[in-house]
């Protein structure tokens, strides 16, 4: 075989290989499988997220009881919060959380003022299999409105009519004269659109300032959630989140009233997903929130919310 022949066998086996690496098939082969897309995550109302968000949030719960006695008035309560978190890490949060409440009854005294407010962190590592346990720690700082040895009668009263409209699972937030630390676990469950949410907090109180006669020197207090939601379409799910809130110790209102020991709570709501731009989504929510038992529904009061819930989340 002379020199000539060699050459042109060697450029066409070069022109095979080309034309082989260039082929569909064959590229489609060395490409890398595309990792699938998690699935997706309905955020609830009052539990915790289960996935450590950026996010700026407000909920505003209108809470409106009815009169059921000549000495009980009927009205209308907001209590609106705010929190702010920021990942640190990709399963870690920090966060800071804000609020404030107003009481209007129909007669008697109207009251406003501020929450404590709360710095925690919120830790979510994925364990896989759609499985996302969640771990959470914060304490509240003791300035809000109504405490002291001589708060003001409206808005003392409007302190326990913020917490009825929060459903009593943010009690470290309205109970001003108390240093709350709070401990929380959570595990949720992501398959097929549907999310299974549940979640436990012990709630530990000292009292720092207010009258010794009237006021617990400490208070233990917990709450149990669950949420089941289901994404219907990408833009809209529906969910319904059982709540349930206990004091484990027998603070002097309890004493008192028995029906304050533990409440029970449904909320039913709806979300929609609104792309703003740039990788960052608000959820728009809104839930019906009524309570199964007393004290939010009976001899007591008869409590109707409705529960804003605005989320911006941040890539």
Excluded at 13 to 30: D, F, G, K, V, Y
């Amino acid at each position: 075989m002379n020199r000539s022949n060699i050459l042109l066998r060697i450029g066409a086996l070069a022109c095979l290989c080309t034309a082989l690496s260039q082929s569909p098939a064959l590229a489609q082969e060395s490409a890398p499988a595309p990792t699938p897309a998690p699935p997706p995550y309905v955020l609830p109302f009052q539990l915790r997220p289960a996935i450590a968000p950026n996010v700026v949030r407000l909920d505003f719960p209108l809470a409106m009881y009815g009169r059921q006695s000549d000495t009980i008035a009927g009205g209308l309560t907001i209590a609106p919060t705010i929190v702010a978190s920021y990942r640190v890490l990709p399963w870690l949060a920090p966060l800071v959380r804000l609020g404030m409440f107003s009481n209007s009854p129909t007669d008697g005294a109207s009251g406003t003022g501020f929450d404590n407010p709360l710095i925690g962190v919120l830790a979510t590592p994925n364990a896989g299999n759609g499985f996302r346990p969640s771990f959470y720690a914060a304490f509240t700082i003791p300035v809000g409105s109504g405490g002291g040895d001589a708060p003001d009668a409206g808005v003392a009263a409007a302190t326990g009519r913020g917490r009825a409209a929060r459903s009593y699972l943010d009690n470290a937030l309205m109970l001003p004269n108390y240093f709350a630390a709070v401990q929380g676990v959570g595990l949720a469950y992501l398959r097929n659109g549907f999310t299974i949410q549940a979640e436990a907090t012990v709630l530990e109180f000292v009292r720092v300032r207010g009258p010794a006669a009237t006021q617990n020197s400490s208070i233990v207090n917990s709450t149990w959630d669950l949420w089941l939601a289901y994404s219907i379409m990408p833009q809209l799910s529906v969910g319904i989140e059982l709540r349930h809130q206990r004091f484990l110790s027998t603070p002097l209102a309890v004493s008192a009233n028995h029906a304050l020991r533990e409440q029970t709570t449904i909320a039913v709501g709806v979300r929609t997903k609104i792309a703003l731009g740039s990788g960052i989504v608000m959820p728009l929510g809104i839930a019906y929130i009524r309570g199964i038992d007393e004290p939010m529904q009976g001899s007591g009061a008869s409590y109707n919310t409705i529960w804003i819930d605005v989320p911006v989340l941040f890539p």
